[in-house]
């Protein structure tokens, strides 16, 4: 066994040396390991002001409410040479600060997670300042409660998906993005129950939003540019191949955006005040699986759950789903390490709803679709990175007839993707 290894490192060598660039080219490394770039970073947002009806004495009457300013952490990826940025946003709320009324107890008015994309007509680059559009989603809830209210659950949460458009500019060094931007927010005035007999005040918020921000950025596969790094992957690949390791078991973890795609007619039906509350949030995304190198394609199970709690005057309504989802998607190119996929899901779901203390319980099938990307410079890693957005159409819940709809969009920006065995692969040549 030792002389058969020994012999296949001499060839492979002997081979690599002869020609380091056999599967993965000096030019294709060059330009693959440049297409996407890590991004970490922090800001200071504010929030939109506004004005704000309330009852008091029986009269409706208006107040002003200011600008607030929080601070939000963002991840990312710069894509396609530094032309386009990825990210996802997740806001300190606990930070934030803004006046309130004297006429309120409290006011909230924020946004949630926001995902969005930037894109840059001159590419980002060392030295340079580039101007950039963007667009973003989230969403954005508002919450109001006067002095002197007593309700057992509070007041209710008006939450509206909002796609607002950013404009700004990045200023690139050698490791940071400085980003100054400014949001026109797409959001009408809306109506917010004051009571939950029906009554209702207007509530205006201002369309201009602002941000400045600082990321980090890593060209975290640079060092695969080297001359002896293209002769190690070559190296590498022929191992898995001599191992059967191309094609591979793995795991991956990550966080998921589920956001809300149709509205329940249970609520609007039964408690119209929380009917503007998504049904939405963020959960842990868990999946296993199998990658078959020679079709290029994946074939998985996942689990997500999904907790959310609505809330208003004296309701509340828990909301929890258990998803376990087999999962097939081919792999529908390789552009530079960019490869998109497409696939069909079909899970098994628990649904349930606890209404003021009566409880609803259905588990059921369910077919979808599933789309995302990896980033996958070659073949031989032990691990990467992956998105990816499901959608089960039509997912709810039965409830005295009506339903409570569980059909999100399910958005897993980044999720970490680990090759079972091929570390143990490696090891087994390296002594």
Do not use: C
Request: glycine share 8%; aromatic share 16%; hydrophobic share 35%.
């Amino acid at each position: 066994m030792k002389r058969s290894i020994t012999l296949f490192l001499v060839i492979t060598s002997l081979k690599s040396f002869a020609q380091y660039d056999s599967t993965y080219t000096q030019a294709y490394l060059e330009k693959s390991t440049k297409f996407a770039w890590l991004t970490l970073g922090a800001e200071l947002f504010t929030e939109p002001g506004g004005t704000a009806q309330f009852i008091d004495g029986g009269i409706l009457r208006e107040t002003s409410f200011q600008n607030a300013i929080t601070p939000r952490l963002t991840i990312g990826g710069i894509h396609f040479w530094g032309y386009t940025d990825f990210y996802i946003t997740f806001p300190l709320d606990f930070a934030s600060i803004r006046d309130t009324p004297p006429e309120f107890e409290t006011l909230e008015f924020r946004k949630g997670i926001e995902t969005g994309a930037r894109f840059y007509p001159l590419k980002l680059q060392p030295g340079r300042v580039s101007p950039f559009a963007g667009i973003s989603f989230n969403t954005t809830s508002y919450r109001q409660e006067l002095n002197g209210t007593n309700f057992s659950e509070g007041t209710p949460l008006h939450q509206q998906v909002v796609g607002p458009l950013e404009f700004g500019l990045t200023y690139t060094t050698d490791n940071y993005l400085i980003t100054a931007s400014a949001y026109y927010r797409t959001m009408d005035d809306f109506n917010y129950s004051l009571s939950a007999g029906g009554e209702v005040g207007v509530i205006s918020p201002d369309p201009m939003s602002f941000s400045l921000r600082v990321y980090k950025y890593w060209d975290t596969d640079r060092h695969m540019r080297q001359p002896k790094v293209v002769r190690r992957l070559n190296r590498m690949h022929d191992i898995l191949e001599e191992e059967n390791k191309l094609s591979a078991w793995y795991w991956g973890i990550g966080p998921s955006a589920a956001i809300q795609l149709s509205k329940s007619s249970y609520l609007q039906n039964n408690f119209p005040y929380l009917y503007n509350d998504r049904i939405g949030g963020f959960m842990p995304d868990i999946t296993f699986g199998r990658f078959f190198a020679r079709p290029d394609m994946n074939l998985g199970v996942s689990y997500r759950t999904l907790g959310h709690r609505l809330r208003g005057f004296d309701t509340e309504i828990k909301l929890r789903r258990h998803s376990f989802m087999f999962e097939a998607y081919k792999n529908l190119f390789d552009y530079l390490g960019f490869v998109p996929y497409l696939g069909i899901t079909a899970s098994v779901e628990d649904l349930r709803a606890e209404v003021n203390g009566t409880e609803y319980q259905q588990t059921k099938g369910a077919v979808g679709l599933i789309f995302g990307w990896d980033i996958r410079v070659t073949n031989t890693g032990t691990s990467l990175l992956r998105t990816n957005l499901r959608w089960t159409p039509n997912l709810h819940l039965d409830v005295e007839g009506d339903e409570i709809m569980f059909d999100h969009l399910e958005f897993n920006f980044i999720q970490y993707v680990h090759f079972i065995g091929r570390k143990k692969a490696y090891a087994k040549y390296s002594k």
